[in-house]
């Protein structure tokens, strides 16, 4: 049977936190989480082996995908990706940078 996977994000001023559901069916080594243009991808493959009674090798494979996109104000540097000790889920988290925020600006108006 196939294990589902999802996921769930959370956002606040400092940042976002994806949780994925990965259910102790997939390890460390068995996910890959890269940025690209402005894209977090997430991606995990298994195999699993079982050798039946009748001596034959079966292989189940198992993948899934997720990506979302990130605000233009991620900080790429300091993004990190941790599988839970029982393997149940990855918590990516994507910090934001700060940027100051000015306290008083005048904006000029103009005559079209």
Known sequence: MAQKVTATSKTDDDGTVVTVNIGGFYKADEIQV???QGVVFIEGKCVQETIKEDGKV???IHNFSRHFRLPAHADY???S???SA???RLVI???Y???PVP???IIPITKE
């Open 34 to 36: 890269k940025v690209a």
């Open 58 to 60: 079966q292989k189940l």
């Open 77 to 79: 540097d300091k993004i």
């Open 81 to 83: 990706a941790v599988v």
């Open 86 to 88: 029982d393997n149940m």
């Open 93 to 95: 988290t994507v910090p």
């Open 97 to 99: 940078r700060n940027f």
């Open 103 to 105: 306290e008083e600006k």
